[in-house]
């Protein structure tokens, strides 16, 4: 959704790396770039004047001139800036203290509140609430039918006395509604009301009637965030006619420019309380500003990323993971099919690798990856036997055929497979074991590559050639001094000293026998 004004923001970015100081025409030429960036992503002009001129105050500002890194002080800005004019705070929803705490939902036609209405009741369900659908949306051919095919597959009962298509009175089910949830027991009901072609006037007086008529807790207004400058028309429109409390962003998953969300808050004053990001069911959080504005400017989402990892990944499960990995071997090609099938439960891969900061760079990378990788992988794995999963060093060549053949993929897919298994086992184990990552130096006194030996031990510095194998001098007397000082660390030694002594290299070099005129390398 923000990929345009994340890579100009971006590029602006860059232009303000190695400055020591800001000078004034550093300060508008970075401002002229995010005005330009803000105005190509449809965000509303006022909105952009606004952010523009806070920007350039604050950078003017004492704090910002002498700055050891202005760069990372202007992104410091402009993502506080983001974040108030997204809302500053995430905006919850309000229960009823008494009674079902009644949410109404209204928009334009095609905006996707049907939808949405089955997303934030499986959402609730997830918050311990009982909520109930209403199909109050009469107009439309089969919405009534729609919504009660979403409510069944979340789990959800819906309230449905009307057929639709035309017929039935929406303030009277709505009405009707209420009653049916404090008989039944919901402690929560969602209106899905119906929508707009544009403004008109006649279903606007409509919703306002609903509205009357329930007292609902909650007027949530659902747009488009595909549609532009004109959302904003359409919420200025809908506060002034029938008025809601909080405003959520569908399609954000999509390619349109965004502007919608970053100008929505700051022309009508009401915040952004929800967002949906795809079309499963699943696909629907909280509207945290803070995040968000670091989604823009490529700082990751780490915090989404958890949150949706706790609910998707068993725990028990992944413990005995991680006590696996911390036996040599432990880990085996069904354990690491376990985590996979979990790792999916957070949704496509791309959606996950941007989450993490700094993957803006890589956003054609992240496009093109094929999300069916990940069953063909899959596929390999259970046409392996029980017996070769627990241990891969067994399958060798007419095994990995039959392997090929059962999953229907290449003997070079499982050759490939096994060795990335292998490969990514060894680097996990070393790290569950406090070893740092493979090919990095060790830190003295921690265990790792080049550390882990006893404090205070002396160490000898080995040069490192290709392939991280030992270079060896080419002078055979330096070369026989190093050869007996890799034989001295061995707990058995050809010169006698089990108990780690002192070797005395130069008298080692002479029992070798060397000719005369290569004693002058000895000194």
Not at 355 to 382: C, K, T, V
Not at 398 to 408: N, Q, T, V
Not at 446 to 460: E, H, L, V, W
Request: net charge neutral.
């Amino acid at each position: 959704m923000f990929a345009t004004l994340s890579d100009r923001l971006a590029d602006t970015f860059k232009n303000l790396r190695g400055k020591g100081r800001l000078s004034e025409a550093d300060i508008d030429a970075t401002a002229r770039e995010i005005r330009i960036a803000l105005l190509e992503a449809d965000v509303a002009l006022p909105v952009v004047k606004e952010f523009v001129g806070a920007v350039k105050e604050r950078a003017r500002s004492e704090e910002v001139s002498g700055a050891l890194n202005p760069a990372q002080q202007i992104i410091k800005i402009v993502h506080e800036e983001l974040v108030t004019i997204l809302g500053g705070e995430t905006r919850r929803l309000r229960y009823a203290k008494s009674g079902p705490t009644v949410i109404m939902l209204a928009g334009l036609q095609g905006a996707g509140k049907t939808t949405l209405a089955a997303k934030l009741a499986l959402w609730l369900k997830g918050q311990d609430k009982t909520p109930m659908l209403v199909a109050a949306d009469l107009q439309r051919p089969n919405a009534v039918q729609q919504l009660q095919v979403n409510g069944e597959r979340v789990g959800v009962p819906v309230f449905a006395p009307e057929p639709g298509n035309g017929t039935g009175d929406p303030v009277d089910v709505a009405r009707a509604s209420i009653e049916e949830a404090r008989r039944k027991l919901h402690d929560v009901v969602i209106i899905d009301t119906a929508g707009r072609l544009g403004v008109d006037q006649a279903l606007m007086q409509q919703a306002a009637d609903i509205r009357d008529a329930v007292q609902p807790d909650e007027v949530l207004f659902v747009v488009d965030a595909m549609i532009g400058q004109d959302a904003v028309t359409t919420a200025q429109a809908f506060l002034d006619g029938v008025g809601f409390d909080g405003v959520v962003l569908t399609k954000l998953d999509g390619d349109a420019r965004g502007g919608a969300a970053l100008s929505i808050r700051s022309i009508t004053g009401k915040p952004v309380m929800f967002a949906a990001s795809g079309e499963k069911m699943t696909d629907f959080d909280l509207f945290h500003p803070d995040r968000m504005a670091s989604r823009i400017l490529d700082m990751g989402d780490m915090l989404t990323l958890i949150e949706q990892a706790e609910k998707a990944f068993d725990s028990e499960q992944s413990l005995k993971a991680a006590e696996k990995l911390a036996t040599k071997g432990g880990f085996t090609l069904e354990d690491f099919l376990q985590q996979m099938m979990q790792i999916r439960k957070l949704g496509s891969m791309t959606k996950i690798m941007g989450m993490l900061p700094g993957m803006g760079q890589f956003r054609d990378q992240l496009e093109n990856f094929d999300e069916r990788e990940i069953d063909r992988i899959q596929a390999i794995i259970q046409s392996m036997t029980p017996a070769e999963r627990d241990n891969p060093k067994i399958i060798d060549g007419s095994r990995r055929a039959r392997i090929a053949k059962g999953s229907g993929r290449q003997v070079s897919d499982v050759n490939q497979l096994v060795d990335r298994f292998f490969e990514a086992r060894k680097m996990m184990e070393q790290m569950a074991r406090g070893g740092g990552v493979p090919g990095m130096p060790g830190v003295p006194g921690m265990p790792g590559i080049g550390g882990g030996k006893r404090a205070g031990a002396r160490q000898q510095p080995q040069a490192k050639g290709k392939k991280g194998k030992k270079r060896v001098s080419g002078n055979p007397a330096k070369a026989a001094q190093q050869k007996a000082a890799e034989q001295a660390e061995k707990a058995a030694n050809p010169f006698g000293n089990p108990d780690g002594a002192e070797v005395d290299y130069e008298k080692a070099a002479e029992q070798l026998n060397l000719p005369k005129d290569f004693s002058q390398f000895l000194k």
